[in-house]
């Protein structure tokens, strides 16, 4: 089975088409500042150059957050069009699980960057999760022990047990098959909400000024 991933909810961006056992084309980008939709471009070029036809494309998989609200969304809708215009199955990955799939050694959190000095998070055990997602401010990094994994170096300067990981096509690949043999996809691929655990936050809070 040939299947498409999309990650658009963090940096780095990431488009990658395999199957179980082989990588057939990666691309893990940084994407220029006011360009968020490049996954569906770089797919379309990627699939001319290979000369693989998109019907050859049976099921995709979106990392549909938490992370960036503008990618996050774009990620979903675009995965839910190409699910949608080709007729094939749709799964959803955790932002949180795809970076703690990078790391599997004893306790540790997963940060992401939630900006106004707010942090995604979640906890896992030997790589299983053991706790939910959350929204945490600087306040509340204090209290978490052990070791920190994220993508991003900025954590870094703020835990002394810090463990950057960078975003392997091999390891998405991995969890989208554990997943898939674990879950069933999305009866209604058009149903697939992103996860944004501020979203209110983003749309409506008032600064101090406002």
Known sequence: ?????????????????????KIIFSIIYFPSEGEPNNNLFITSEMLQLKKINKEEINAIAVV?????????????????????????????INSLDLIAAHFTKDIFT???PAYRKEFFMA???????ISKD???GLNDLKSIKG?????????????????????????MLRLVFENIDESLPLRDPLSLAPIYLHATDV????????
């Open 147 to 171: 070791v920190v994994v994220s993508v991003e170096n900025s954590v870094g300067s703020l835990f002394k047990d810090f463990i950057k990981v960078n975003l392997n096509p091999e390891v």
């Open 64 to 92: 549909n957050g938490p992370g960036s609200f503008t990618g996050t969304r774009v990620g979903v809708v675009d995965a839910k069009i190409i699910a949608y215009t080709l007729n094939i199955h749709l799964y959803n």
């Open 203 to 210: 749309l409506f809070k008032k600064t101090k000024n406002g």
């Open 110 to 112: 997963v940060l992401l």
């Open 1 to 21: 089975m040939n299947i498409l991933i999309l990650n658009q909810a963090f940096e780095p961006n990431a488009v990658v088409l395999g199957t179980s056992d």
């Open 123 to 129: 906890t896992y055990k030997a790589g299983k999760r």
């Open 134 to 136: 959350e929204i945490v």
